[in-house]
């Protein structure tokens, strides 16, 4: 009665397990985020170089993009689609910045490009597949029941 006014934040589990689901690999691509904002400081110094801009500006948008996303993960798969994006503009950035001869910060970029890339999709498709949790979302907030959904035509049932 006293938290009346509060907003209901209690899930269904399968939503609950479809929003872990996004959210573990929306975490490591924040960490990997932070890792390629940071990399200016720790391979090379502070520089005036394109390439440190370069990590600090698609560093920083990736870190904002993967906050949104942990806070909410649902409303914001669009966002995992951009951060894959980005994720690929990290893995050719060596050799538009003309860094492949340096080997650590080649082998560094290439790896958290993948890893953005790779955990972006991850995390995009989480729930899209069938049976996936994310899958019957849907239904579960429309409070049917699972014999009523295993009811529907297949073609209604996957529906976000």
């Known amino acids: 009665m006293e938290h009346e006014y509060l907003i209901k934040t209690e899930h269904p589990p399968r939503v609950s397990d479809a ?26 110094g502070v520089s005036l170089d394109a390439s440190a801009a370069n990590c600090w500006c698609v560093g920083g948008i990736l870190l904002l993009s993967c906050t949104a996303r942990l806070w909410f993960p649902i409303p914001t798969a669009g966002l995992s689609w951009f951060n894959m994006i980005l994720g690929l503009w990290v893995l050719i950035s060596p050799w538009i910045f003309g860094f492949t001869s340096e080997t650590g910060r ?55």
């Open 106 to 160: 080649f082998v560094n970029t290439l790896c958290l490009g993948t890893v953005i890339v790779g955990m972006s999709l991850a995390s995009v498709f989480a729930g899209k597949f069938p049976g996936t949790p994310l899958a019957t979302a849907y239904e579960d907030r429309q409070g049917l029941e699972e014999q009523e959904y295993e009811m529907k035509p297949p073609r209604r049932r996957h529906r976000y």
């Open 19 to 44: 929003m872990i689901a996004m959210r573990v690999p929306s975490f490591v691509v924040f960490l990997a985020s932070a890792w390629f904002f940071v990399t200016p400081l720790a391979y090379y």
